[in-house]
């Protein structure tokens, strides 16, 4: 039997998105830089029956799978997108009736020893983030931006069951078991640069 890995990650990297809409391929993969903090909270009961005064059968009930991630600023670009909003001359703008976009999700959680875990949620919504700022004072203090979104169930090729998360594992060097995530999250290759496009 193979040896298990139990290393712990120490980091996070490489957040891609796609606008998928009701489909399964994204128009383009954009990438966010600068991703500080993930969290992926993918929440489960336990359902109980009872009869004769004891637990007769018991079922698992899954909950929503919520995504809070904090970045070092995301461009105004990609709040626009992310948001459904409105931009007219320079001005972007946020207003009751957005309608943001079905989008798929790819990040890469990275170990010490440059080995990687893709993450990848294939169909949720973001929602607008808090605009927050504050005064400089006697030293420089660098801000941050959150935004949360929520991810449902979706077909995936290769699966016989919708799935909202998905995990994949290269050793350094590989990337057999990325460029195979990012296929069936968007139904497009890995970006041929890391900088984002449609790596077409």
């Given at each position: 039997m193979a040896e298990k890995n139990y290393r712990s990650s120490t980091g996070v990297d490489?957040?891609?998105?796609?606008?998928?809409?009701?489909?399964?391929?994204?128009?383009?993969?954009?990438r966010?830089?600068?991703?500080?903090?993930?969290?992926?909270?993918?929440?489960?009961?336990?359902?109980?029956?009872?009869?004769?005064?004891?637990?007769?059968?018991?079922?698992?009930?899954?909950?929503?799978?919520t995504v809070s991630s904090q970045f070092h600023k995301i461009p105004i670009e990609d709040k626009a997108t992310l948001l459904g909003l409105e931009k007219d001359e320079g001005v972007t703008a946020i207003g009751s009736s957005d309608n943001p976009p079905y989008v798929a999700v790819v990040f890469a959680k990275t170990f010490e020893d440059g080995s990687r875990e893709y993450v990848g949620l294939p169909k949720g919504l973001f929602t607008r983030p808090n605009i927050e700022g504050q005064t400089k004072e006697d030293g420089v203090e660098f801000s941050s931006e959150e935004i949360e979104a929520q991810f449902m169930d979706r077909k995936?090729?290769?699966?016989?069951?919708?799935?909202?998360?998905?995990?994949?594992?290269?050793?350094?060097?590989?990337?057999?078991?990325?460029?195979?995530?990012f296929q069936k999250v968007f139904g497009k290759p890995y970006p041929a640069e890391n900088g984002g496009g449609d790596g077409a």
């Amino acid at each position: 039997m193979a040896e298990k890995n139990y290393r712990s990650s120490t980091g996070v990297d490489e957040f891609f998105y796609g606008v998928i809409g009701d489909g399964v391929t994204a128009e383009s993969i954009e990438r966010v830089k600068f991703l500080q903090n993930i969290t992926v909270e993918m929440s489960q009961e336990i359902v109980r029956a009872y009869g004769d005064n004891k637990t007769a059968e018991m079922a698992v009930s899954s909950g929503d799978t919520t995504v809070s991630s904090q970045f070092h600023k995301i461009p105004i670009e990609d709040k626009a997108t992310l948001l459904g909003l409105e931009k007219d001359e320079g001005v972007t703008a946020i207003g009751s009736s957005d309608n943001p976009p079905y989008v798929a999700v790819v990040f890469a959680k990275t170990f010490e020893d440059g080995s990687r875990e893709y993450v990848g949620l294939p169909k949720g919504l973001f929602t607008r983030p808090n605009i927050e700022g504050q005064t400089k004072e006697d030293g420089v203090e660098f801000s941050s931006e959150e935004i949360e979104a929520q991810f449902m169930d979706r077909k995936v090729e290769g699966f016989s069951e919708d799935k909202s998360v998905l995990f994949a594992y290269d050793e350094k060097g590989e990337t057999t078991n990325r460029d195979a995530i990012f296929q069936k999250v968007f139904g497009k290759p890995y970006p041929a640069e890391n900088g984002g496009g449609d790596g077409a």
